[in-house]
Each structure stands twice: as C-alpha cells, then as structure tokens.
C-alpha cells in the first residue's frame, strides 16, 4: 500500500542546487524536503569549484556574465553564512586565475578573449610570457603571454555540499533517500511526486532540480519539460605532497588546441585537473584517451604535474540548456518550478540560485536578477516551431 508524506515545498535533486534551494526554502519557513537516493552525490564530487564569472565568459553570454557576477558577488557572504552555521570550512580561496596562452593561436584567442572583457567593463590584465612565470613559477618556458584575473577565485564544491547537507538538516529539511519516478499532476496542477517504492510525496510546490537527469522525470508534461542535455567532464585529482613548495598559488589554465584545461590548486594539496566537454549522453565512464588529453595538456602548461600522484579520476554530467544559461522559477504548469540547467556554472550561481528560489517561493515573482532565466522562454521558442 502507497503511504504520503507531505511538505510545502519537495525539491527533486539533491546536489549543490537541489540543496541550496531546499536551504533556503527552509530558512523561509517552508515544511520541506528532498527526494535523490544520494544527496550531495553527482557532478559536485567531480566538479573542480572554479568561480569564474571572468575567465569563463564566451560570446553571446553577456546576459548570463551578469547572473554569473552577481553570484560571485554574493560568495563572501554566502561562505561566511555556511561556515557561521555548520563550522564547516568551504575550500573558499580568493587566489585568483591566470589564463595563458602556449602558441601564436591561443594567443590570439586570449587577446580577443581580453577585448571583450575590457568592452564587458571586467578587471583582467594582460601579462608577458615573462610576467607570468614571475607569478607562477612552474609554468612552462614556452608560455607565450597571459591573462591576470584577480577576481575569479573557487571553492572545494565537496566541502560546499557537506556544508549544505548539515546546514539543511538544521534547518529541519527532510530527505528522502530514493529515486523521484514520477511528477504527479492533477487539475493541471503540480502536485508531488512518487518514488521508485511506491511513496507518494505531495507538496504544494515542486522544485525540479535534478541537474543533467531534470528532463528525464516521468509525468512531466512536453510543454514544460526542461530542455536540459548532459555534457561529459572527465577530471583528475592530483596530490602536491607535504613539504612540496606550493606547486601553484592560483587557478591556471589555457586553451590548448581548441580544448580547455585548468590546474585548480587546493590549500589541502589536492591539485583538480580539469575538464573534457564530450556530447555522448549518458556516458560516465573515464576514458584512456580523456585522461590522457587533460595529461598531456596539463603537462605542457605546467610540466612538473607529471612528477605528482595522480589519486582520482572522474566523470560527471553537466547539465547544459540551448542557451547554456539556467532556467530558475516557475513553468507553465502550476505548482511546478525549476533550478536547473546550470551547465559550466553550477557551483558559482549556487548563491544567486538559492536566494532567487527563494524569493520566488514566498512571493510568486522572480526577482529582477533572474527574469531572463526564466523558463518560459524556452515556451515562447517551442511555440514558434512548426509541428
Ligand atoms: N566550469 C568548468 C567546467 O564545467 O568544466
């Protein structure tokens, strides 16, 4: 027989986003709780924590540069609230990032990269090959010239989602350790979900915030179903053994031949070594040939890397939307909200996502920050095909 439990609001996701969104919720006053067989689990244990609003914008993403800004601005608070709560140290590190260029091409990336910084009114400083080894001393001879981005720092996303866990828990956040099958609707209204074992969870609101698996949940309707497709990130974990000077003191990285990768210095040691982008699914599986291009990438940048153990590899899925920004607030459909489809960005607009959920639980409206986010605007596009 199928028992119910019932909430105000029932977050389905429980990684960085699922988390925060469940925190704040439950700080608002809401009865509520989380539905993933294994909270705190999936691309956060993988992801390296680079707050890289700067450093990572692309073209075409001038309205997402100022979500990801806005959320970065927010960290320093957003960290000491954790922390101030839970006594868990996050891995926050102010240190900045050096982005690098080994050949007369990427060079010339990174130059156009800088102009579009400079036109998009952010803080980067453009550094001789010379002037980045001063900086970064085992960076290799060949480096041609950098980019200085003292405002682009990270975090340990392992720590942040330990800190999120305590931190839901104590705000009274009820988990439910199981998978969510199916969105129940009726009068067409959100109305819950039921699980793997046959329990029904109603809430008076739904938040779906299952990352890269949020287009997958049964029972959500077309119309409304999140445009949301995982992209493969294969990452490395090094260890700078005690003793060693510190191997880097910021976050370096580079396009090398078209791909990117980053050396994400911890102060505990561990060095991240990040990341493929491969479009094939479902796929999870750590490659001989991914770990061999992050390697050897790597390598060239920061020759040394080689002498290091390497302790970890891993694979997870971003959750990547058509417009690679996120869709945050309500759907078409009553009762249904969503947090997802954070892509290269979750970490960072972790805080920015918490407090725009937030708002929009106990007021209805999205705050002025995320009225581009919303979800509708996938609809309007999704009206515009023909059938
Ligand atoms: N934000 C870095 C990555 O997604 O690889």
């Known amino acids: 027989m199928s028992r119910t439990r019932t909430s105000d609001v029932l977050v389905v996701g429980g990684g960085i986003i699922g ?71 996050l891995g926050y590190r102010r240190c900045g990032t050096l982005a690098v260029a080994l050949d007369a091409d990427d060079r010339a990336h990174l130059r156009e990269l800088h102009a579009l910084q400079s036109r998009s009114g952010l803080d980067s400083e453009w550094l001789t090959g010379r002037e980045c080894r001063r900086l970064e001393p085992m960076l290799a001879p060949g480096v041609r010239g950098g980019l200085r981005v003292d405002g682009d720092h990270q975090i340990d996303p392992r720590r942040l989602t330990g800190a999120l866990l305590a931190a839901c828990e104590r705000a009274g956040v009820t988990f439910h350790r199981t998978w969510a099958e199916r969105l129940d609707v009726a009068a067409d209204r959100a109305t819950g979900v039921t699980t793997t074992d046959g329990t029904r969870l109603a ?3 739904v938040v779906l915030a299952a990352g890269s698996l949020s287009g997958r949940l049964a029972g959500v309707p077309d119309a409304v179903r999140p445009p949301v497709r995982p992209v493969k990130g294969q990452v490395l974990r090094l260890t700078v053994p005690k003793g060693l000077a510190p191997f880097l003191s910021r976050t370096v990285r580079a396009v090398v031949r078209g791909s990117q990768v980053y050396l994400v210095p911890r102060e505990n040691g561990e060095l991240v070594v990040g990341a493929t982008s491969e479009e094939l699914g479902w796929d999870t599986t750590v490659t001989a040939g991914g770990v061999y291009e992050l390697l050897r990438d790597a390598h060239e940048l920061v020759p040394g890397i080689t002498e290091l153990p390497l302790t970890e590899t891993r694979a997870g899925l971003r959750p990547a939307s058509p417009d690679n920004a996120p869709l945050l607030g309500p759907t078409a459909l009553d009762g249904l909200l969503l947090a997802t489809g954070h892509g290269r960005n979750g970490v960072l607009l972790a805080p920015v996502t918490g407090d725009v959920l937030g708002h929009v639980l106990t007021s209805g409206e999205l705050p002025d920050v995320a009225r581009d986010f919303t979800p509708l605007r996938f609809a309007a596009v999704r009206e515009e095909q023909p059938a």
Do not use: I, K
């Not at 914008?57 to 320093?76: K, W």
């Not at 609230?81 to 140290?89: N, S």
């Open 19 to 89: 988390l925060v969104t469940a925190w704040r919720a439950a700080q608002r006053g809401f009865a509520t709780a989380v539905v993933d067989p294994e909270p705190g689990d999936g691309a956060a244990r993988v992801a390296a924590g680079m707050l890289a609003a700067v450093t990572e914008l692309h073209y075409g993403e001038q309205t997402l540069l100022g979500l990801n800004l806005d959320s970065a601005r927010r960290y320093p608070d957003f960290a000491a609230e954790l922390t101030d709560l839970t006594g868990h140290a």
């Open 203 to 205: 809430a008076d609101r």
